[in-house]
């Protein structure tokens, strides 16, 4: 067991590009908080705090990189990109690429509710591994992993991205309707994994409901899902 334990372990950095001289710090990053760790009583520490850590290491090398990349654009489209590369769907994608899920350790409730597959988890997960790859190699290491697993993402958009709520709103003004308006219509879920489920409506154009992890990340799934509805209409 324990071979395969460290046959995986390797597998993983060889995916990271980074042979951990502290692999504990790994198995932190990979532990998710209902595990109890981080408590005032003691206990094996989760990947919060490296999550809190690898998110700031995100943004200074992703900011970094938009700047290099795309050095005639404006601030506010930097920022658009920026946005849309770092938020929670983005980190996800990236965990699942590399296929993070399976080395997350979990509760047997947690893994039972599907926590190997929420997006809140893994971008968690991927964001703490950043964190720790900062912590055992330092910034340069840090930096090389993000620009390789977030290649692609980068190279997606030859345009700024839209953020969905912005669209959904500029596509309601430009057609002198009302304002989108959104409505919290559950909450499901345990208090450390939460499921919210939203409803968006502009008048006298419809409506589409989305889940997700938080209110803020199921109204921009919401917008976006209205948004290719009208845009099928349109097209229709």
């Known amino acids: 067991m324990a071979s395969t334990e460290a046959d995986g372990r390797r597998a993983l950095e060889d995916r990271l590009g980074h042979r951990f001289a502290d692999p504990a710090l790994l198995h932190e990053a990979l532990s998710h908080s209902s595990l109890g760790g981080d408590r005032p009583n003691g206990g094996a520490p989760s990947y919060e705090r490296l999550e809190f850590l690898g998110d700031r290491v995100l943004g200074l090398v992703m900011?970094?990189?938009?700047l290099e990349r795309f050095p005639k654009e404006s601030e506010?489209?930097?920022?658009?990109?920026?946005?849309?590369?770092?938020?929670?769907?983005?980190?996800a994608q990236v965990a699942r690429a590399i296929d993070l899920g399976p080395h997350i350790r979990l509760t047997p409730g947690e893994e039972g509710a599907g926590g190997r597959d929420k997006d809140s988890v893994l971008a968690d997960a991927c964001e703490a591994v950043i964190?720790?790859?900062?912590?055992?190699?330092?910034?340069?290491?840090?930096?090389?992993?993000v620009r390789a697993a977030w290649s692609d993402q980068v190279s997606h958009h030859r345009e700024p991205p839209?953020?969905?709520?912005?669209?959904?709103?500029?596509?309601?003004?430009?057609?002198?309707?009302p304002l989108p308006v959104y409505e919290e219509l559950a909450r499901t879920g345990p208090d450390h994994a939460p499921v919210f489920r939203i409803r968006v409506s502009v008048a006298r154009a419809g409506s589409a409901e989305a889940e997700g992890a938080s209110k803020r990340e199921a109204e921009r799934a919401a917008a976006r899902l209205l948004l290719r509805e009208l845009d099928r209409g349109a097209q229709a």
Request: with cysteine; aromatic share 10%.
């Open 162 to 177: 839209r953020e969905p709520k912005t669209a959904l709103q500029e596509w309601a003004q430009g057609r002198a309707l």
């Open 63 to 66: 900011a970094d990189w938009l």
């Open 131 to 145: 964190g720790a790859l900062f912590r055992d190699g330092g910034l340069e290491v840090a930096r090389r992993f």
């Open 76 to 91: 506010g489209h930097i920022a658009k990109r920026f946005a849309v590369l770092v938020r929670r769907e983005a980190c």
